[in-house]
């Protein structure tokens, strides 16, 4: 027994001596103050007993001090620590009332709505037109207290790394590579940043002509190419406004005025703000920034935020009346980037026998960003001209025009990082891996001279069981004109092998323009709506339509199309198609039985007033999707060239999506018809996503889509010519369960009504849509914080059953596709 208490009590003595020990006391009479609460940052460590003792453990160098009725005070951490309190005057005590409170000062949420109100009115777009410049400067360095202390740091630890045989360091041959690679690039930032980046950027607003954005120059340290997607990204708040004053996120915050004072001339509210985390040990006097209103504008003037632990990052941003109308002035932002840690050799002697001692030595990494907006232009003329092309355009990028723009000159620091990260890059080749991450936001893996489509490994769907396959596409790299392009999948249900060839011809460099031919051996669901023209992300969405659907017919395709970007907004695809086509489930249309061949045209317009694009050696790139988008397809089957169809089929969608007070909105209206000499899957199949019988528990799972019906038979309602809505509404507020993530709450509603003049040509087992389809549903976004959303559907009106499991779905949504 003595043997296990005498290490059990050794085990308690060093728990118990690790801790560090606070004692309150008032100041004036130095008693005791308990119930003090002592915070480490906004993390409650713990509140003292009635002699004014606290036993803690933290990380932090700093706690903070509070309680009733006496001012906050801050001390060093220590072992021992004894804290006098002042007593708190009555007005800063009437303040900490309000502050505990945890809840939004009235005055303040007036302030912000009257801020919404007003939004449109102070933004620059209510302008006729407008232009202006920036210069934006994107580094990565260690906190800027400490770069002396680095730089003596890596010379020291070079020199010890230099005495040191690799056989004692290494074990794997990796190790010491990953270990070199390192240490090289430890010496390349040495003396300079580890990465800097300077873009010189011109903006130009039309309310005739919509909106331009044109790089006036740009260099990236160790990239002497631009990184096209990468440019697009928008590091700032401008025409846009800080999350935590949208409406939408109102509850996530608790608001307090706190003073009126003088900026720049002009009276302004001060409105602080903090994150509503766990009450009970959330620090009530720390606060996560600062808001600034124009008292007589009620214009945004100044945003400050700070994050929630100390020296993690903050931003400030600073607009200025040009006009009666609010543009960006300036903006400062600093990130923490993770942090280095090394394990250093103590300097104490080592005695013989003795294994030497290390500890960690850590610098934090931070992402500085600096943007200055000058130039300002208020109703320049504009011309159409200068609106042509895309949305966005490189003008210049050796940075070589840089200088006109910089609002400061460079420090040796900066100038030495162009020189030593371009030789570090250059010699490590990463600008070529750089390539497989830009492609990953195009669907694409990324391989040298060869692009693999995502979409092509797996599938899944009643009729060919799982699918593998992959999909392979030359890249630039290969020709900057000529792009063929294969792929190949197989079914394990159908024991069946498929496969597509094509060659695309790019004719220009500045604009989508491309011919294509292609053949393609494959099977396809049967009345499936057009998704030409859709993004890989709506396709993505759309991948498990037919988890539950075996009504799938053989194409046999040669085809050849062009498809050309008329506008930034506009798009057209023309198709010419040859098929040879066969029904692969009990089916006959007519006396022409289910084996057709098929000569047709297909013209495609994609209108997207609102996306932002920009044209890249890989193709165009959206990195902006604006509402609303508009598709449609017209397609003609002719009885030449052994054709046997003679048929008319248009299809239109209409996507739409906006925020309201009642929160973040998605409208989708669709709608087709057929006529003429028609095979079913010329037609429509109302897409229902569970399975006829519902003979398994999982025949009524489903994930969401496009416009899938969760409650509907898969195959089972076809129309040749309908009308579909669709309203998914997220509620405007979310909430924390378990873990850091929030969820929210989606509400949806879909409906749809067609008719089938000609039912009776066709041989097959279906029901026509000629009453409302109709169902209701919720959905669990993160639900539980977790990363997959869990929904439930039910079906309403004609087609309700007295079944209740025949008009219940389950939807289950997996991130990785929403």
Not at 37 to 54: H, P, Q, R, S
Not at 289 to 306: C, H, M, P, Q, V
Not at 430 to 446: H, I, M, S
Request: proline residues 2%.
């Amino acid at each position: 027994m003595t043997k296990f208490l005498s290490p059990l009590f050794l085990l308690l003595s060093i728990f118990i001596f690790s801790q560090n020990q606070i004692k309150v006391l008032s100041k004036n009479d130095k008693k005791p103050i308990g119930n003090a609460a002592v915070y480490c940052d906004d993390d409650l460590l713990g509140k003292t007993n009635d002699e004014g003792i606290l036993n803690f453990k933290t990380k932090c160098k700093k706690v903070e001090v509070l309680a009733n009725n006496f001012e906050d005070a801050t001390a060093d951490v220590k072992k021992n620590m004894e804290v006098l309190l002042k007593t708190s005057s009555e007005k800063s005590s009437n303040i900490d009332k309000i502050v505990i409170s945890n809840k939004s000062d009235p005055k303040a949420l007036r302030i912000l709505d009257e801020f919404n109100k007003r939004e449109k009115n102070n933004s620059p777009k209510s302008l006729d037109s407008y232009q202006f410049k920036s210069y934006s400067k994107y580094s990565i360095d260690v906190d800027k207290d400490s770069i002396d202390a680095f730089k003596n740091f890596i010379v020291s630890r070079k020199d010890s790394l230099s005495k040191v045989e690799k056989k004692e360091v290494f074990k794997k041959k990796s190790d010491e590579k990953d270990s070199l690679l390192s240490e090289e690039f430890l010496d390349a930032a040495k003396d300079g940043q580890m990465f800097l980046w300077e873009k010189a950027t011109e903006y130009k607003y039309s309310d005739k002509f919509g909106e331009k954005t044109n790089v006036l120059d740009n260099r990236m340290s160790g990239f002497k190419n631009p990184i096209y997607e990468v440019l697009a990204m928008n590091f700032s708040n401008l025409n846009r406004i800080p999350r935590q004053l949208k409406q939408e996120n109102r509850n996530l915050f608790n608001f307090y005025v706190t003073d009126t004072i003088q900026i720049d001339g002009r009276s302004t509210y001060v409105i602080k703000f903090k994150e509503i985390m766990d009450k009970k040990k959330q620090n009530p006097r720390k606060f996560n920034g600062k808001i600034y209103i124009d008292t007589e504008t009620f214009a945004l003037k100044k945003f400050e935020s700070s994050s929630k632990k100390r020296n993690e990052g903050n931003i400030v941003s600073v607009w200025k009346p040009i006009n009666n109308k609010w543009f960006l002035d300036y903006e400062d932002m600093r990130m923490k980037m993770g942090d280095q840690s090394f394990d250093t050799a103590k300097k104490d002697s080592v005695k013989a026998g003795e294994k030497q001692k290390y500890y960690k030595k850590t610098f934090g990494n931070y992402l500085y960003i600096k943007n200055r907006f000058f130039d300002f232009e208020i109703n320049p003329e504009q011309k159409a001209s200068e609106f042509k092309g895309y949305s966005l355009e490189v003008k210049n990028s050796d940075g070589s025009l840089l200088n006109q723009y910089r609002t400061d000159s460079l420090t040796t620091r900066e100038n030495t990082t162009y020189d030593n990260i371009d030789k570090f890059v250059e010699k490590h080749d990463f600008e070529k891996k750089l390539g497989f991450y830009t492609q990953l936001l195009r669907g694409n893996l990324r391989y040298k001279m060869i692009d693999f489509d995502i979409t092509k490994v797996f599938n899944y769907d009643k009729y060919q069981g799982f699918r593998l396959g992959a999909g392979v596409k030359l890249n630039e790299k290969f020709s900057k004109t000529f792009s063929p392009d294969g792929y190949f999948g197989y079914g394990f249900k159908d024991h069946t092998w498929k496969y597509g060839l094509g060659l695309d011809v790019k004719l220009s460099q500045k604009r989508t323009s491309i011919f294509r031919i292609d053949y393609v051996d494959d099977v396809f669901a049967a009345g499936r709506f057009s998704n030409n023209m859709w993004n890989t992300m709506m396709k993505l969405t759309d991948i498990n339509l037919d988890l539950h659907n075996a009504n799938f017919y053989k194409n046999q395709k040669f085809g050849a199309s062009y498809l050309y970007d008329i506008s930034n907004s506009l798009s057209m695809k023309i198709a010419v198609n040859k098929e040879k086509q066969k029904a692969l489930f009990d089916y006959q249309y007519r006396d022409l039985g289910n084996n057709f061949n098929n000569v047709s045209t297909t013209l495609s317009l994609k209108f997207s007033p609102n996306d932002k694009n920009i044209m890249t050696p890989s193709g165009k790139y959206t990195f902006e999707t604006g509402f609303p988008q508009v598709f449609a397809n017209f397609e003609k089957g002719y009885h030449i060239l052994g054709g046997d169809l003679n048929y008319q089929k248009f299809d239109a969608l209409v996507v739409h999506q906006f925020r309201t007070k009642l929160g973040y909105t998605n409208l989708k209206l669709l709608g087709g018809i057929s006529s003429g000499t028609a095979p079913i899957w010329k037609n429509f199949e109302i897409a229902g996503q569970t399975e006829r019988g519902l003979e398994h528990w999982f025949s009524s799972v489903s994930t969401p889509s496009n416009f899938g019906f969760a409650t509907m038979p898969s195959g089972t309602y076809f129309a040749d010519k309908f009308v579909a809505f669709k309203i998914s509404q997220y509620l405007p507020f979310r909430f924390r369960t378990i873990g850091k993530r929030y969820s929210n709450i989606e509400l949806e509603y879909q409906s749809a009504i067609g008719n089938f003049k000609n039912r009776g040509d066709h041989q097959f087992d279906f029901i026509p849509l000629d009453h409302y389809y109709q169902e209701a549903g919720i959905i669990w976004n993160r639900f539980l914080g977790r990363n997959f959303g869990l929904g439930f559907s039910y079906r309403l009106g004609y087609y309700q059953t007295p079944v209740f499991k025949e008009n219940f779905g389950v939807k289950l949504r997996f991130n990785l596709l929403n």
